[in-house]
């Protein structure tokens, strides 16, 4: 694999050809399923030639097979460790989401001038029932690398449109609520569909919504992020800039 960012997404394509010949096939009549263990060495932690990497990757193979067979293992084992702790919170993120662990907090913005409050942004928390409070800087990477943060994304849509449509029914003054979204949201999701739905379900005008992007849509996807930007600006909502610090 000559084409990988960290070791760790060796592990997930492993995990991919695994899935991939877990498939029961046919022969003669009968089903048949195949498991696979498979060995994984990195360069050049692990060697910096291809006999020393395909050497330590049978070693590591061996490994997995002692470890119950159909699965995989890295030579070195604090790589493999790093592997499987990301894969695990990847798993817990995922069942956080369908369990209902995440929330959505609220950091007021205030004119420094007056002392007014001018707005307020969403931010989203994860709460684990064990770790307790995930930091975002720890799991929204992972998140947009691994697309929960298109049902993410969604949900705190859905909650910052319904509360500051709560609080304008409850005699509040007005002001727009910002909600920072990923390029990836625009990507390789369906975002203006999501805003659309989240204004809908809550009644909120759209003119106290602000959508905050980061520079990278428009960088990485340049017809993707124009085009966005004018459906929004036709559905009256505000759109701003978000810094990395203002996404956590």
């Known amino acids: 694999l000559g084409r990988i960012g960290r070791a760790e997404d060796a592990a997930r394509v ?28 990195v360069y050049p932690a692990d060697g910096e030639d291809v006999e020393t990497l395909l050497k330590h990757a049978d070693v590591a193979m061996y490994h997995a097979k002692e470890s ?3 699965g995989y293992q890295f030579y070195s084992r604090g790589i493999h460790e790093k ?3 990301r894969f695990s ?3 817990e993120l995922r069942e956080g989401i369908e369990r ?6 609220y950091q007021p913005k205030v004119t420094l001038a007056t002392g007014e409050l001018c707005g307020a942004e969403a931010l989203v928390r994860w709460c684990h029932p064990e770790r307790g409070e995930v930091s975002p800087a720890e799991f929204i990477p992972l998140a947009e690398e691994t697309g929960l943060i298109l049902p993410i994304g ?12 709560r609080w304008s029914d409850a005699g509040m003054e007005p002001f727009p609520i910002a909600v920072n979204c990923s390029s990836v949201q625009f990507t390789r999701g369906d ?8 204004i809908a379900e809550s009644g909120l005008d759209p003119c106290w919504l602000e959508v905050e992007l ?19 600006k036709q559905l009256g909502i505000q759109v701003g800039r978000a810094s990395c610090r203002e996404r956590v």
């Open 214 to 232: 980061t520079e990278s849509l428009l960088l990485n996807d340049i017809d993707v992020g124009i085009a966005s930007l004018q459906r929004m």
């Open 100 to 105: 209902g662990e995440l929330s959505v907090v």
């Open 191 to 198: 975002v203006i569909g999501d805003i659309d739905a989240a």
């Open 68 to 70: 119950g067979r159909n």
């Open 83 to 85: 592997a499987l702790a």
């Open 154 to 165: 969604q949900f705190v849509l859905r909650e910052a449109c319904a509360q500051r449509q």
């Open 89 to 91: 919170m990847e798993r």
């Open 14 to 41: 492993a995990q991919r050809i695994a899935e991939s010949i877990a498939l029961p096939y046919a022969v003669g009549g009968t089903e048949v399923a195949v498991t696979t263990t498979i060995g994984i060495s």
